[in-house]
T-cell receptor, first 111, second 115 residues
Framework: AQRVTQPEKLLSVFKGAPVELKCNYS??????LFWYVQYSRQRLQLLLR?????SIKGFTADLNKGETSFHLKKPFAQEEDSAMYYC?????????????WGLGTSLAVNP | EPEVTQTPSHQVTQMGQEVILRCVPI?????FYWYRQILGQKVEFLVS????????KSEIFDDQFSVERPDGSNFTLKIRSTKLEDSAMYFC?????????????FGPGTRLTVL
């Protein structure tokens, strides 16, 4: 079974500083990994997925199979990035896929 | 843009009472999910649903829980006899498919408080 660890419950940075939200996973086989975000008073939404190799809102995440990590990075944090971030790999669930969630990291970007 | 909706936003109930949490998935979606998050804990998968039947359920989803898609639009989660530990935020999600690129779209959640 896939498990994820997000070691930091809270990460506080100043605006313009680089930010890295850590995610480590344990999985046998080729992992699929997603990052979900929840802004204040908004719903959970997909931020990015590793298979797309995309950059969304300046965030990127590289899958490092050697370190079993999928850290989320942004070179210059903005105040509007303040939110709860979840690393959430999908796992097969019958005909569906269920998301397995980390504890989440609360990112606070200070002015 | 279509969204998943959930009602009510907050439900307060007495222990032992039945509650029904309602969700309206995005209309062309075929796969449906319930998750819950107890305060301060991880989001946890409860159940997935496809083609009018449960695809998988977690060990949390015991006989007190049931899901239904009664009319082709609503997707409900029923808790027959609520316990204090059922207090949590319950999220409904839907997706058009279940492949790698099929994103699960989440509702805003229902906060259930069991007294």
């Amino acid at each position: 079974a896939q498990r994820v660890t997000q070691p930091e419950k809270l990460l506080s940075v100043f605006k313009g500083a680089p930010v890295e939200l850590k995610c480590n996973y344990s999985y046998s086989g080729s992992p699929e990994l997603f990052w979900y975000v929840q802004y204040s008073r908004q719903r959970l939404q997909l931020l990015l997925r590793h298979i797309s190799r995309e950059s969304i809102k300046g965030f990127t995440a590289d899958l490092n199979k050697g370190e079993t990590s999928f850290h989320l990075k942004k070179p210059f944090a903005q105040e509007e990035d303040s939110a709860m971030y979840y690393c959430a790999p999908p796992q097969n669930a019958g005909n569906n896929r269920k998301l397995i969630w980390g504890l989440g990291t609360s990112l606070a970007v200070n002015p | 843009e279509p969204e998943v909706t959930q009602t009510p936003s907050h439900q307060v109930t007495q222990m032992g009472q039945e509650v029904i949490l309602r969700c309206v998935p995005i209309s062309n979606h075929l796969y449906f999910y319930w998750y819950r998050q107890i305060l301060g804990q991880k989001v946890e998968f409860l159940v997935s649903f496809y083609n009018n039947e449960i695809s998988e359920k977690s060990e949390i989803f015991d006989d007190q829980f049931s899901v239904e898609r009664p009319d082709g639009s609503n997707f409900t989660l029923k808790i027959r006899s609520t316990k204090l530990e059922d207090s949590a935020m319950y999220f409904c999600a839907s997706s058009v498919g279940q492949g790698l690129y099929n994103e699960q779209f989440f509702g805003p959640g229902t906060r259930l408080t069991v007294l």
